[in-house]
């Protein structure tokens, strides 16, 4: 079957994340994987244009290029540790990185840093770019396109199931048993590691908050956890999708009281992404009488045991199940994702899944261009 390489850069804005999957028929088979990391500045300069209300066009492409120049390493080590020839490539499917995503304003937008034709030049593979705005040209929220890759790889014929992406954003998909009529339905939940990422970097300069030790040793603020949940986003009903537009520290910030203790706030933050979580099992559950076999969490979260005991107590009735149990690591599920659109592109299929999104049907995602 052929093979694809999958990149993905998040919310986090932690760095690239590289997949080699092996696509066609049958389920995706994930071959190696490989991260790169952004240097400090870079990651300084991305944070500063995702929050910026101005910005000029050289300044644009210096940060596109040197993204697009990382993507690229990102290919070139991921080829070189996995002994894989550049020719048995048949595509790169590229995220980019996201600078705003607003699907609700108007006009809806999303945009992501990104450029197909310099990475196909660095690279010399073909590249699939572009996957979000033909979801969101068909009316579409033109996110998650994960869901469509989860079914793909997770569903089974003996029950319903969900998996859980921890990443900046958390994002949730049901998925029905194979054969069953009833949709895949997926959406974003809420914030996951972005606003604990944020706050443990301003109290204790690190860039998270380890295993999620911090939140440990503080108490939720019952009240304040009450004014973070009563943001409209938690009880609107999908499909929906949300981003760092939304929940940033300033959302965060104009909702304390002054009067908490920083390790509580982080606590509480942990308990925030938990419980949203948990209210978006119930909103996806309606309808569904059948008990799920599993809670599959992926993405950086997935590591964080302080914040999985929060979301088990949550949701006791469901087991959380490692992703490895499948054949895939946490870290790499969604630049695999991003392979296999890569590969709907390449075979045209269609990559969306209109009940997660709302669009108006099926739609090829992306451009390619020749490597």
């Not at 492409?61 to 080829?79: I, P, S």
């Not at 990475?119 to 869901?147: F, H, I, K, Y």
């Not at 809420?190 to 911090?214: E, T, V």
Request: charged share 20%; aromatic share 6%; proline share 7%.
């Amino acid at each position: 079957m052929p093979l694809y390489i999958g990149l993905m850069s998040g919310t986090s804005l932690d760095g690239i994340d590289a997949a080699l999957v092996r696509c066609g028929e049958g389920r995706p088979e994930w071959l190696g994987a490989t991260g790169l990391p952004f240097s400090a500045a870079l990651h300084d300069d991305l944070l500063a244009l995702c929050l910026a209300r101005e910005v000029s066009f050289a300044e644009l492409a210096r940060l596109e290029t040197a993204f697009c120049e990382r993507q690229a390493e990102a290919v070139n080590r991921l080829l070189l540790e996995t002994g894989t020839p550049r020719e048995a490539i048949t595509a790169i499917g590229s995220h980019g990185q996201t600078i705003e995503h607003a699907p609700n304003a108007t006009p809806a937008h999303t945009y992501q840093l990104d450029n197909p034709s310099l990475l196909a030049e660095l690279t010399g593979c073909a590249v699939v770019g572009d996957l979000r705005r033909r979801d969101l040209a068909a009316g579409g929220q033109a996110a998650p396109l994960a869901p469509a890759f989860h079914a793909a790889l997770f569903t089974t014929s003996e029950a319903y199931r969900l998996v859980l992406n921890l990443g900046g954003i958390a994002n949730l998909t049901r998925l029905p048993p194979s054969g069953q009529a009833a949709p895949v339905v997926g959406f974003d939940t809420g914030p996951a590691n972005m606003l604990m990422d944020a706050w443990s970097q301003r109290h204790l300069g690190h860039p998270y908050d380890a295993d999620g030790a911090w939140a440990a040793s503080g108490r939720v603020d019952d009240a304040l956890l009450a004014r973070l949940l009563d943001d409209d986003y938690f009880s609107r009903l999908p499909p929906k999708s949300t981003g760092r537009e939304h929940f940033h520290l300033d959302w965060l910030t104009s909702r304390l009281s002054g009067h908490e203790s920083p390790c509580d706030v982080q606590a509480t933050l942990a308990e925030l992404t938990a419980a949203s979580i948990a209210m978006g099992v119930t909103q996806c559950s309606a309808g569904v009488s059948t008990a799920y076999d599993a809670l599959i969490p992926c993405g950086g979260g997935a590591h964080n045991a302080d914040l999985l005991t929060r979301i088990q107590r949550h949701l006791p009735e469901i087991p959380l199940t490692p992703c490895e149990r499948f054949g895939w690591s946490p870290d790499w599920l969604e630049a695999g994702a991003f392979a296999w659109l890569a590969h709907q592109r390449v075979a045209g299929l269609p990559g969306n899944l209109p009940d997660v999104t709302g669009a108006r049907g099926p739609r090829v995602l992306g451009g390619l261009y020749a490597g």
